[in-house]
């Protein structure tokens, strides 16, 4: 290597890059995520406000075929998009020092430490609210509720609906938050695939989430309303943080990369275990309306999942 090329390598590594980061761009994103999220949770709350309509009507299907879509498109986001992008900077020439050169499943490592951190988060949230439950109730309403979840292994009882949705909004808060950060602290090659991407994310979970709240049958439209606007205002607090941070320090540096590449790393892993947890399985195997649908039916949200994964797929080839 010539000392011309150690320069080159040293300079990109240590400058502060000053005419990339697009700080309109990344200050415009801020809005346009919001919106899109806001019109992802409100539309199906909005449509079942201004007229309930059962699971078995168009209006019901056209959202589950919605929310299949963006569940493709989560899966997407998570193995073509972030999970790529955290191996590149893990393998970043600017990180010089430790043992992160060493070994080739950092990535994988932090996206199951996610996992497990969430798992814990549903898990206590469900023991939590159960013995809230079983407090209140008698006991003979919890053996009624122990008898009928135990003929199918699937929920069945309103509370156990509810903790689910809440669980899911957790599990989306905190991902939101991390997604949100790894946004505003992207570098300027991969943050426009990146915001598209977190785009369709926001508005597609969101109109999953919007749905999930319409089964917790709440009376009052308060609750929806603070649901809806906490999950709106996560991910553009999360980008707001990440470019106060970027625009701090330099976004090049070792430590930056590998900060970065963990977010990367962690987002994944929260993505995934939502996809294949909180959405197709519970949407999925274990929900009986789904599997007691109509070949048809079951075909059409199959296809609409696999469909929004390959378009995003082919946005992060075209990217």
Known sequence: MTIEETSSEHDECTDIPKDDYNLGLRIGSIFIIMAATLIGVFTPILLHRISPYSKNSIRY???????????????????????????????????????????????????????????????????????????????????????EVGVDQHIHTPLDKNINTIVLEIGIVIHSVIIGLTLGFSSSDGFNALLIALVFHQ???????????????????????????????????????????????????????????ILDSLAAGILLYNAFISLISSEMTHNLGFRNSSFVNKLTCLMSMYIGAALMSLLGYWA
């Open 61 to 147: 299907w056209v959202l589950t075929v919605a929310k299949f879509f963006g569940t493709g498109v989560i899966l997407s986001v998570a193995f073509v998009h972030v999970m790529p992008e955290a191996t590149e900077r893990f393998e970043s020439p600017c990180i010089t020092s430790g043992h992160w050169h060493d070994y080739e499943g950092f990535v994988g490592v932090f996206a199951l430490i996610a996992v497990f951190f969430v798992q814990l988060i549903e898990l206590a949230a469900f023991a939590h609210l159960e013995r809230t439950k079983s407090s209140s109730s008698s006991d003979t309403t919890a053996k009624e509720a122990d008898v």
């Open 203 to 261: 508005f597609f979970e969101g109109i999953a989430l919007g749905t999930r709240i319409n089964d917790m049958d709440f009376r009052s439209a308060i609750k929806p309303l603070l649901m809806g606007l906490v999950f709106a205002f996560t991910t553009p607090v999360g980008v707001a943080i990440g470019i106060g941070v970027n625009m701090s320090i330099n976004p090049n540096s070792a430590p930056s990369i590998l900060a970065q590449a």
